[in-house]
């Protein structure tokens, strides 16, 4: 309700938070659970509403999958479904986006079937955005908030339209990653039924703009905000966004709207299990040393903050308590202090758990060891790519031999690792790809990549940022062009990921791209093993599973002696000085060479690496339903590698 000034009395409404399509099924939205707990801290009632759920049972769970498949995210599918209802003026004809851009540059992922389930959600999203509009009182409500990241944007502005257009009193918010810095501010001039657009970090901000509006106090000001003059016009935030610096002060993760939400619709949770997410730290401490030339990611607050390990650790264990034991961690990057006491305490449970962290790929074998007793079973360690050069191109601080140690102690640690090789790099020759074709021969027993993608230069990435210097020219991925009916340049500024195209292409890179995707095909398909027992005589057997027939290697002392010292990255000379009073030079030598012409032993420069996995343990990098099923097991070497715990190599 209104007064006579057309502002709302305090007391008179509640907040409600919204999340539309599209968004994986399994997961709850972290953001709207920690808004309505800020909210609740300071006695203002709100409700989340996860509209994307009622979206897949709305227009079936096949034509949600087509939707909502990341193998073809860049299409920007998801929002191209509700452009029309969004903008109020529906394509006549579809086929320009369907028959070009999809079935173009996409098309290896589709076949007639998948093609119609997209059209018939596009067909049904203005009559999805009239159910969700029914779905609600909306006279309960003063505010409501939409958080908009990736391909949430035209369905938040579809309900949102629709929403304005009946109760223009309601206090309409956008937040979000889609809504950052100057993305926030042209979505606000472009949509005048948007009244504020706040960009950042919203905990604090939030409670305070719902109470001016609720005592019709003025809202400018307010950091990170954008806000609709008296005549209708934008005024860009005055105070920058500000940033949670004490995590801990967070409110408590709350889920139970996500879970009231699927108990209205069974169909949705029969077939999706939920997964809670949590949160344990914001920012990236590598990307304040180094940003990694293609992320985009916190690109208004890249300082690394974390929870502390008693925080971490209690909520973590009430989520699991509370919402399920298998757990999707949100962090850029795992806090190095947590191999102190928050991982051991997780690993002395005695109720196991299921996480997902991601982590750099500089750890050593008793800080993954660890992981994997704690319940980190699945890990994302930004491996990248498999060539050296190319790493250093995008400045990850990590290198060939390092990664694939990060893949064999994981696998060994019984720790999924979920990893994408990237390409298209400005500096990159076909002959690092060439190279990098040669090792994945050697290493098809361990984790390959879930795929082979182009690098982007996303929003807030130093190659978004100064192009010039990379010697690359941008532009938003096509998909913009079919959601977004403004001009180039304000599409540009609503756009986060943007292709990036090379002043001089070099016309051998397809060669050497085509190289390695044809290798990491094979790796894909394949279920190779490796593996290393060793003896009590100090020899050693491995059985070699990685090609056509099966090879069986009896070692001799000596070179078992090496793959042992080479177990984590071991220098030529260092390793020759340890072993040579044991077995003399040329016998250290000719194991060496063997060993690397046998593909046990991977070398680069000077540096060296074992690759079979010991045992007992896994044969292979284990699946993700052997994750499930293997808890307990114990490793050759978990006890040498939990006694000594070096701090990770930043």
């Not at 599209?22 to 309505?36: E, Q, R």
């Not at 040393?289 to 008693?310: E, P, V």
């Not at 177990?567 to 060496?592: D, Y």
Request: with cysteine.
């Amino acid at each position: 309700m209104a007064d006579g000034s057309g502002m709302m009395k305090a007391g008179d409404g509640r907040t409600l938070l919204v999340a539309m399509p599209v968004a994986a099924l399994h997961y709850p939205v972290i953001g709207l659970s920690l808004l309505k707990g800020a909210l609740a801290r300071q006695g203002l009632a709100a409700d989340i509403r996860h509209f994307y759920l009622d979206f897949a049972d709305y227009i079936g769970f096949d034509a949600y999958a087509a939707v909502e498949d990341s193998r073809y995210f860049l299409a920007m599918v998801g929002d191209w479904v509700f452009a029309g209802a969004a903008h109020g003026a529906p394509e006549r004809e579809p086929f320009t986006f369907l028959n070009g851009l999809m079935t173009g540059e996409y098309g290896r992922y589709f076949g007639p079937q998948r093609l119609m389930g997209i059209l018939a959600a596009r067909n049904k999203a203005e009559g999805f955005i009239e159910h969700c509009f029914g779905l609600v009182d909306w006279s309960r409500y003063a505010v409501v908030g939409f958080s908009t990241s990736f391909q949430q944007t035209m369905a938040s502005l579809a309900l949102a339209r629709r929403i304005k257009a009946a109760h223009p009193h309601i206090l309409i918010v956008f937040g979000g990653a889609n809504c950052s810095d100057e993305m926030g501010v042209e979505l606000h001039r472009r949509y005048p039924f948007i009244d504020v657009v706040v960009g950042g970090e919203a905990e604090e901000v939030l409670p305070e703009l719902v109470r001016r509006h609720a005592a019709g106090l003025d809202l400018a000001g307010l950091p990170g905000s954008t806000i609709r003059a008296a005549d209708g016009t934008t005024l860009p935030a005055t105070v920058p966004a500000g940033m949670i610096t004490d995590m801990d002060s967070l409110p408590p993760l709350d889920y139970a709207d996500f879970y009231a939400d699927r108990a209205r619709l069974p169909a949705v949770a029969e077939r999706f299990p939920a997964f809670p997410l949590f949160e344990s730290a914001r920012g990236c401490w590598w990307g304040q040393k180094h940003h990694c030339t293609f992320c985009g990611l916190n690109g208004l607050g890249m300082a690394y903050r974390s929870k502390s390990q008693d925080r971490a650790f209690t909520e973590l264990t009430d989520v699991a308590d509370r919402f399920g034991r298998e757990i999707m961690v949100v962090d850029n990057i795992l806090d190095s202090r947590y191999f102190g006491d928050f991982l051991p305490r997780l690993a002395a449970l005695d109720r196991p758990l299921l996480l997902h962290y991601e982590v750099k790929a500089n750890l050593r074998a008793g800080q993954l060891a660890l992981l994997g007793q704690a319940g980190v079973r699945k890990i994302q360690p930004g491996v990248e790519s498999l060539s050296t050069p190319v790493l250093a191109l995008m400045r990850k601080g990590t290198t060939l031999l390092r990664n694939v140690q990060t893949l064999r102690l994981a696998a060994e640690a019984g720790v999924l690792v979920d990893w994408s090789h990237l390409y298209g790099f400005p500096g990159e020759t076909a002959a690092h790809y060439h190279a990098a074709a040669a090792v994945v021969p050697k290493i098809t027993h361990l984790h390959p990549p879930g795929g082979l993608h182009r690098v982007r230069a996303d929003r807030f990435s130093p190659y978004f940022n100064t192009p010039a210097a990379f010697g690359v020219t941008i532009r938003p991925v096509p998909g913009y062009s079919h959601i977004f009916p403004h001009d180039e340049d304000g599409t540009a500024r609503l756009a986060y990921h943007f292709d990036m195209t090379p002043e001089r292409p070099d016309e051998d890179l397809a060669a050497g791209h085509a190289a390695l995707a044809a290798q990491l095909d094979l790796w894909r398909r394949g279920d190779a093993t490796l593996t290393l027992t060793p003896a009590n005589d100090g020899t050693a057997v491995v059985e070699d599973g990685r090609g056509a027939t099966p090879r069986r290697h009896a070692l001799t002392a000596v070179a078992a002696a090496v793959l042992d010292a080479c177990a984590e990255i071991q220098g030529a000379g260092p390793l020759l000085k340890t072993l040579a009073p044991r077995f003399g030079e040329a016998a250290v030598t000719a194991a060496v060479a063997e060993l690397e012409a046998l593909a046990l032993l991977l070398r680069e420069g000077d540096e060296l690496l074992a690759l079979p996995l010991r045992q007992p343990g896994f044969d292979r990098a284990p699946r993700h339903e052997e994750i499930r099923t293997s808890w307990g097991r114990s490793y050759f070497h978990h006890a040498q590698a939990a006694a000594r715990m070096p701090e990770p190599v930043v």
